[in-house]
Nanobody
């Protein structure tokens, strides 16, 4: 069973930066796609950033230019660099990994990011 473990979430002031990490229990290059999602209280979970095996990235409009998704395959770890954080970025951030047939096969437990104004 694949395990994804997120870390790096904390309380930060508006304008600050955080780097979120997602450590996988196996070779992340097995996955066709990996990504970061977030869910704020009372809202649906939404895709923040995605990364394919081939290295293509995509971002939601609300974070484009501020967040960067990357990976270190030698460490089996996915990252999300978040800059210029805003209070509306406050949410639980989840790591996701999947395959063509099952894009959202695996989820981590989430890490809380709180941005104070």
């Amino acid at each position: 069973q694949v395990q994804l473990v997120e870390s790096g979430g904390t309380l930060v002031q508006a304008g600050g930066s955080l780097r979120l990490s997602c450590a996988a229990s196996e070779n992340i290059l097995r996955f066709n796609n990996m990504g970061w999602y977030r869910q704020a209280p009372g809202k649906q979970r939404e895709l923040v950033a995605g990364l394919t095996r081939g290295g293509s990235t995509n971002y939601s409009g609300s974070v484009k230019g501020r967040f960067t998704i990357s990976r270190d395959a030698t460490k089996n770890t996915l990252y999300l660099q978040t800059n210029s954080l805003k209070p509306e970025d406050t949410a639980v951030y989840y790591c996701n990994a999947g395959f063509i047939a099952v894009p959202s096969a695996y989820w981590g437990q989430g890490t809380q990011v709180t941005v104070s104004s």
